[in-house]
Nanobody, 118 residues
Framework: QLQFVESGGGLVQPGESLRLSCAASGGALANYAVGWFRQAPGKEKLRIQCINTSGATLGVIDSVKGRFAISRDTAKNTAYLQINDLRPEDTAIYYC???????????WGQGTQVTVSS
């Protein structure tokens, strides 16, 4: 059964960067689109961008354009989300999923917490 495990979050100051990882097991990442989602406190999960099986980035939301970049390493069976110039409003739990659908409903991994605070 395909499972994704997120890691790489942390507490950072505004303007700093993080690279989040999404490690896949139980299947080949190359066969799936990978969506990155985030859930801010009190809000619904929101898809922020995804990468399809051809390696194209899709569906980048306006608030992260130019700051976030998605990639994947099929040899490591891992996808990444490079997040730069972090802002307090980026504070959220970040999840990855084997879908680009904005209405993906799970299953979900445990996510990784990103907190941006001075």
């Amino acid at each position: 059964q395909l499972q994704f495990v997120e890691s790489g979050g942390g507490l950072v100051q505004p303007g700093e960067s993080l690279r989040l990882s999404c490690a896949a097991s139980g299947g080949a990442l190359a066969n799936y689109a990978v969506g990155w989602f985030r859930q801010a406190p009190g809000k619904e999960k929101l898809r922020i961008q995804c990468i399809n099986t051809s390696g194209a980035t899709l569906g980048v939301i306006d608030s992260v354009k130019g700051r976030f970049a998605i990639s994947r390493d099929t040899a490591k069976n891992t996808a990444y989300l490079q997040i730069n110039d972090l802002r307090p409003e980026d504070t959220a739990i970040y999840y990855c999923a084997p879908s680009c659908s904005t209405i993906y409903r799970g299953p979900w991994g445990q996510g990784t917490q990103v907190t941006v605070s001075s």
